[in-house]
């Protein structure tokens, strides 16, 4: 499967952008799609993900703040991000796997597919 993703851009803090991961290729019911981050010289960091059956789960920061929701009939998975703040500034990337377990969803190394990442910036 082949994914994009954009919706990234320059917002200041307390706004709300919506970032979207478009598939490609492959059936993507079948997939479970996770967002990602990474901050200038750090690691890259779970941020969200939904499975096949639609169950979302958060990074702790994020819960409250960040939506992720899927529509299968366009292939698409989208982040909804309120509340932005400074610290959320990273490339933000959308992963995808067929056959990854529970236990390992928020664990980037586990997903097979990965987008080109997109910027958000969020200004103080």
């Known amino acids: 499967v082949q994914l994009q993703a954009s919706g990234g851009g320059l917002v200041r803090a307390g706004g709300s952008l919506r970032l979207s991961c478009a598939a490609s290729?492959?059936?993507?019911?079948?997939?479970?799609v996770g967002w990602f981050r990474q901050a200038p010289g750090k690691e890259r960091e779970f941020v969200a993900v939904i499975r096949r059956s639609g169950a979302t789960y958060y990074a702790d920061s994020e819960k409250g703040r960040f939506t992720i929701s899927r529509d299968n009939a366009k292939s698409t998975v989208y982040l909804q991000m309120n509340s932005l703040k400074p610290e959320d500034t990273a490339v933000y990337y959308c992963a995808a796997d067929q056959s990854i377990i529970l236990s390992s969803i928020t664990t980037a190394q586990y997903y097979d597919y990965w987008g080109q990442g997109t910027l958000v910036t969020v200004s103080s």
């Open positions: 290729g492959r059936t993507f019911s079948n997939y479970v």
